[in-house]
């Protein structure tokens, strides 16, 4: 699979992270998240909101 490029830093790709939802139904490409780390842009959507460049952080579950 080809990811598209970053086009905030245009040196890391997109990946994509699936999530689950309150009923357990899988949410794929919930969220798009730049692999450079030294970028930190990501896209998600959060009960139907898009939210730009909020910092992810690992889930203790």
Do not use: Q, T
């Not at 040196?11 to 930190?40: F, M, Q, T």
């Not at 009960?47 to 992810?56: A, D």
């Amino acid at each position: 699979m080809n990811y598209p490029d970053c086009k905030k830093c245009n040196d890391g790709l997109l990946l994509p992270l699936s999530d689950y939802g309150r009923d357990g139904a899988a949410i794929r490409y919930k969220a798009w998240v730049c692999h450079n780390p030294e970028c930190g842009f990501s896209i998600r959507i959060d009960n139907g909101e898009i939210s730009l460049g909020k910092s992810l952080r690992e889930s203790a579950k």
